[in-house]
């Protein structure tokens, strides 16, 4: 089993800067994949930036250039860092990973960027 703990969510105005963090109870580098979505009120969840040991660094094309995925493999944690953040950033931000060909997600933070 794995747990993730998010955090770093929170209200910014348009234009703004935030960093999110995810905090794996398990070794980083033993994961196939770690990532962040999001799910904006009405919509799916969507991809925002992933990590695969096959396919290296992914972002979703509303966040190119303007979002950074990293990892801290010592402190087992993985990192969004969010600039020039719009109202369409809005939503709830899950972390995720995948482990042993299993799916494992946190409870989520809130980010909500105002106009």
């Known amino acids: 089993q794995v747990q993730l703990v998010e955090s770093g969510g929170g209200s910014v105005q348009a234009g703004g800067s935030l960093r999110l963090s995810c905090a794996a109870s398990g070794s980083i580098i033993s994961f196939n994949c770690v990532g962040w979505y999001r799910q904006a009120p009405g919509k799916q969840r969507e991809m925002v930036a992933t990590i695969t040991k096959a396919t290296g660094t992914n972002y979703g094309d509303a966040v190119k250039g303007r979002f950074t995925i990293s990892v801290d493999n010592a402190k087992n944690s993985i990192y969004l860092r969010m600039t020039s953040l719009k109202p369409g950033d809005t939503g709830v931000y899950y972390c995720?990973?995948?482990?042993?060909?299993?799916?494992?997600w946190g409870h989520g933070t809130q980010v909500t960027v105002s106009s």
């Open positions: 995720h990973v995948v482990w042993v060909r299993s799916n494992y």
